[in-house]
């Protein structure tokens, strides 16, 4: 435990960045969303695309260039499921006027298997965080239903918590104020006529994101607990240390 401290304390290894701040952000976003809008008694899966590069285009074909991407992923299922809400990820805005001063805390980190408990000085960022939502039905009165939903109950602020290095962080959702809902309900009588009814969403999502100072992380439980008879005792041990006098 000793040389993990010292590699975080030379920044050797970088506790910022050892848990995706942004992507279990994300995630208990959606799952409070999965969890309070419904369509006929069941829920709406929310789902972010994957894209990137030809590397993750291969890795989806399992490398066999005579396959098609849909046939080894779940690609056609996300693409048929109705209801459904693709969504985008936006702009990340840091709240620079809100932010915190400086103080002492504790986090946890798991090194090999193993639950550390460490303290050290942080700050916290003020961030927001943009979503685009994109719901697709298969009627008019599913989609009108759904908007509706989302305005009596998404409105206004909306609370739900992660857990980040141990620690446990309040995050909130609500619509920008001035929203506009898009939507692409045509009619037209004609055979053509596409019968996928869409309404769009902006939401901002705003936390705090823990930045720690890497020299002042120490093991949480190196600090003086308890003195008996004005000697230092390390409860955790069981022992005095008779070389340090209060």
């Known amino acids: 435990m000793d040389n993990f401290i010292e590699d975080i304390k030379r920044e050797v290894i970088d506790v910022n960045t050892l848990e995706p701040f942004f992507g279990i952000l994300t995630k208990g976003f959606l799952y409070h969303l999965n969890n309070t809008l419904t369509l006929r008694g069941k829920p709406i899966p929310h789902t972010i695309l994957n894209t990137g590069d030809d590397a993750l285009y291969l890795e989806v074909k399992g490398h066999d260039m005579g396959l098609e991407p849909q046939e080894v992923s779940n690609e056609n299922f996300i693409y048929n499921v109705i209801p459904r809400c693709i969504v985008k990820p936006g702009s990340i ?29 942080f700050r916290r960022y003020p961030i927001k965080m943009s979503m685009s939502l ?63 009814k869409t309404i769009e969403f902006d939401f901002d999502v705003e936390s ?21 008879h004005g000697w230092v005792k390390d409860v955790t041990k069981g022992d005095f240390d008779k070389n340090i006098k209060i």
């Not at 995050?171 to 104020?177: A, H, I, N, T, V």
């Not at 705090?208 to 008996?228: F, M, Q, R």
Request: some cysteine; charged content about 20%; glycine content about 8%.
């Open 208 to 228: 705090n994101l823990p930045i720690i100072i890497p020299s002042t992380v120490e093991a949480s439980d190196g600090y003086i607990k308890e003195t008996v």
């Open 93 to 121: 805005t840091i709240l620079t006027d809100q932010l915190s001063a400086w103080s002492t805390g504790q986090f946890q980190v798991e090194h090999q298997g193993v639950l550390m408990g460490l303290v050290g000085d």
């Open 134 to 196: 994109k719901y697709y039905f298969d009627s008019y009165s599913d989609a009108l239903i759904t908007a509706q939903q989302i305005i009596a109950r998404e409105a206004f602020v909306n609370n739900f918590n992660i857990i980040y290095l141990g620690q446990k962080i309040g995050c909130s959702y609500q619509l920008p104020d001035s929203e506009d809902v898009e939507k692409m309900i045509e009619f037209d009588g004609l055979t053509m006529e596409s019968k996928t």
